[in-house]
């Protein structure tokens, strides 16, 4: 099981008996580590269903998955791949009758939590209740409840969040509802507060191996060290200098606990690195250097020098467009690149910024040198209206209490129920503390809805009782989809969409992602695929309810992405755990990278212990960026920048000078990239004209 690792990576995998903290240097191996211990502890006796090895994404989790199945066989499909979030719904679809939850709860989506926000707050402003809901994640993943958050308030705005926290906790109590939060939190209630449940959890996890585990935040440690025990029995596998989300509650606290929990940790370092050449991985060590280090560390490659990292000024941000196409298509022309090595596909190139809103100018440049590209991170598959659509009626079918899911799908498409008769029916189920579908079934409910009316909303209640019986026992690929098809026939859903839509064209394109999404979850039904990985799997097969049951936990729909020959455009934070050849980090000016930070104005004074962390978190986003580069690296940045209707001198940013570069050679000289551009623009002349002296011939 260790043919082809090093030996740190060696002792990472073979290390079983104890708590074990494997560092991993970025581009070092990490993902080959994991995927080899699992079969080393298999190696060693363990039954695979008794290892679990947590990440952050269901990507992730699929290329584990995948990694896995190729090194260990048949026994990888026993394994528990998953994200903490999936291991959570495990739990308490298991376990959750305990905190009086039934198994059938529903997942609510970032928008349902926005809307239930609105409505216990009696406000009607989305850029508020947004607030509210940052505010309130915030605290969940501190692991405190509403009653905790008001002991802690420091103002008047967050006393009043916290009684708003109270409210909407009612009402996900009465809806049999979660939101994401509640997947790590409710699992962390189940196994502090009942002794059974965290017996049963630890005797059926042998060991526990946690990928990216610097961006766990407080309560998912928790959870890691309720999951173990005393005893310990977990791989965690991480590098601060990674630490980027900050902002959404990970903490380095957990490093930092790690030793003083246990004691008997175990600390590996993988500091060889396999992706960069020596001159990239250079800059990135420097880079780093400054901040304070929970494990020092070094990496190295041997892959040789390879090319100076350049640095690139521009006179705007449309300049540095400009200079940014110019290199790419000077690369792969091969004039800037040694030893012959030419990279001619588009998909071996990314641009990489701070903020969304700088891809704009960039995309312009990329289509005006008609230069394929895509943009990293876009709009979820989850998050079309469509798709949140059926959702609904789903979510609907698997729990009767879900009341956004109902208002969802008794409105769409439109079948002559108002929002007066649903404001008397949500009035009469309040009075009686029944959810809005079970009210529709009470003796009492004629004298509040009329006769008319009242009788479309019994139809639809039936049709929904029916619909989930017979999802009950759609059984496989076929059958699902010949359910789906007849169920969007039957309640008009692809008319909806064209009535709906000022043009055909869009409205063909949101019922292609309708078709999209029955196929994928027919595969499901089929056991042809898993989750988001697109890969095909060895799976029993299921009913369509329960693949409905697991369909908000999901966080995007795509097979397996297309390995599309275009240019990646990409946010820094959206890049982590990717890698390209070639890689232009545009925008790195003060105020950009590192984003303006308050009481900082870049020179050396003192600075508030909030801002310092900041700026640490901050360099090592540009760090992560730095190591996204396997061959090249230019990093950028504009002597004037536009704010708002005014161009402005702009710096810099203080990190280009910390990546310790050569000054003779950093600087990339325009005149060679014009000179690319001319000789790339006469080969293609001469091309044409090659192309239009065979055809000349050929009609001869």
Partial sequence: MSSGLNLAQQEAVNYLHGPCLVLAGAGSGKTRVITHKIGRLIQAGMAPKRIAAITFTNKAAAEMRERAKGLIGRDAKHVVVCTFHALGVRMMREDGAV????????????????????????????????????TISKWKNMGLNAAQAEAIATDDNERITAQIMARYEERLTAYQSVDFDDLIGMPLKLLREHEAVREKWQNTLGHVLVDEYQDTNATQYEVLKALVGTEGHFTAVGDDDQSIYGWRGATLDNLRKLPIDYPKLKVIKLEQNYRSTSAILRAANNVIGPNPKLFPKTLFSELGEGEPVRVVDADNEAHEAERAVARIVSLRAGTAVTQGEQHKEFRDFAILYRANHMARVFEQALRKAQIPYKVSGGQSFFDRAEIKDLCGWFRLWTNNDDDP???????TPKRGIGHTTLASLGTFASQYKLSLFGALFSSSLPSVI??????????????????????RHTVGAEAARAFMTEWLKEIGYEQHLYDGEDSESAAATRWTNVLEFCDWMAARCGGEIDDTSGATVESERKNLLEVAQTISLLSTISEREKDQNVVTLSTLHASKGLEWPHVLLIGVNEGTLPFKLDDDDGRQQKVSDDTLQRLQEERRLMYVGITRAQRTLAVSWTKRRKKGREMIATQPSRFIAEMGLDKTTIKEDPREKLKALRAEFARKVQDNAAAAAAAAAADR
């Fill in 99 to 134: 905190l009086g939850l039934k198994p059938a709860f529903s997942i609510l989506d970032s928008d349902d939590v926005t809307k239930i926000l609105k409505d216990a707050g009696g406000s009607v402003d989305t850029a508020t209740a947004r607030i509210w809901q940052w």
């Fill in 405 to 411: 899911a109902f208002l969802r799908a008794v409105t």
């Fill in 450 to 471: 009329p006769k008319r009316t009242l009788e479309g909303l019994l139809e639809f209640g039936r049709y929904i009782n029916d619909l989930e019986y017979k999802a």
